[in-house]
Every structure is written in structure tokens, then in C-alpha cells.
């Protein structure tokens, strides 16, 4: 069993403080309440890697079956307190969607008193630095990359649009996205990589048992 919570790593922005507290419960309780469907699964059990199954029969009826734990949400002194405690296995899904819930209800709050104009300014500002990131990459044709942004992005739609633009603009140099909803809606390969976590969680393990 493991415990987990969030931290703001930004000690001056009081999380708690910007988000409105009942509507991210309102968005946690919703993620608690999704299953995977047929179509999902269905895709996943299709996905190949190296000439193999990516994805093996016994994770796909533990996906099938699976419901996120319990979470802990409250303020302290301006800060947001969310923790996830249960089995490893289980209470390690709630790592990505609710930091991304986190970052995009925070720049939700942060947008909110702009005026269509500013909110305009925004997006074209973002538009403007990824224009730049693609002209990098056209410098440096030898340069591949795969999209891990999704528990870091402003936005579900902006995510959705960034890697759309990657896939038209750089062709093959853009791997794909580690995001396996935008993946299939996409009909690329989900990409990723062998979580840090798991050696990071086995080498505290260890030094605590004297190896």
C-alpha cells in the first residue's frame, strides 16, 4: 500500500487559493466514475510494439475492472491538500488525470478575468512560441520527439491541437504522444517510456532495508 500527494513545486502560488475547491472535486469524482469501454479496449488490445502485443490479456481485464481509489482533498493555509492512498497498482492511475485536472482548472481561474481580446493575445502568444519550437526542429532534421505533456498542459484542446500541428509540420520527426486517448482519436501509436517511479520506489526500498 502507498500514500502519494500533490505538491506545488511554485512555494509562492497558493494553489487553493485559484481553484475553486468544489469544482475540482466535482472533476475528481467524474474521473472516479469513468471505465474503460469495448472501443477502448478493443484498441489497446490491437496496439503492437517491436511485433508484439503491447498490451497483455491480464492488464486488459484489470483496465476492464479497474475503478481509481478514494482521494483525500482539502485547504491548508492557501496550499491544496490531495492525497491518494491504496495499493500501488491502483493508486498510482491517479497521478496523471489529476494533475492535469490541477493545471487546467488553475489557468482556467487565471483566464477567466481576461477579455476575448486578451484571451486571443494568450493563444496567439502560444501559437507564436510553438512556431518557434518547429522552426528549431526543421534546423535539426537528425531530432525525433515523443509528446509526454499531458499531465503539464494548459488544456485538454490545446494539447490536442499541439500534437496535431507536430503530426502535419514535422512528419516523421514527431514519434507521437503518450497519451493514449489522443492516440487513437489520432490513429498513431501510443508512445512511451519505463516509468522512472518503479526504480526510484525499489531504490528507497533497498537503502531503508540496508542494501
Known sequence: RVKYRLTCRTKDVK???????????????????????????????????????????PYLEFLWNFRL???HLEER????????????AEAIYWEVPALAIVNELYYEAEMSPL????????YAEGQRRLAEKLATFRTRPEMSFVDFGTRRRFSRTWQRYVVKVFME?????????????????FDTEPRGTDAHER??????????RGF
Open 169 to 185: 509540420e514535422l512528419g516523421s520527426q514527431f514519434r507521437g504522444t503518450s497519451n493514449v486517448e489522443i492516440s487513437k482519436d
Open 15 to 57: 494553489l487553493a487559493k485559484v481553484i475553486d475547491l468544489g469544482r475540482l472535486r466535482e472533476e475528481l469524482d467524474h474521473v472516479r466514475n469513468l471505465r474503460f469501454g469495448n472501443s477502448e479496449l478493443h484498441y489497446l488490445r490491437g496496439t503492437n510494439e517491436y511485433q508484439e502485443r503491447m498490451f497483455r490479456e
Open 115 to 122: 477579455t476575448n481580446f486578451e484571451r486571443d493575445l494568450v
Open 199 to 208: 526504480a526510484m520506489v525499489l531504490g528507497g526500498l533497498a537503502r531503508a
Open 69 to 71: 481509489p478514494k482521494y
Open 77 to 88: 493555509g492557501g496550499d491544496l491538500v490531495l492525497e491518494f492512498a491504496g495499493p500501488w
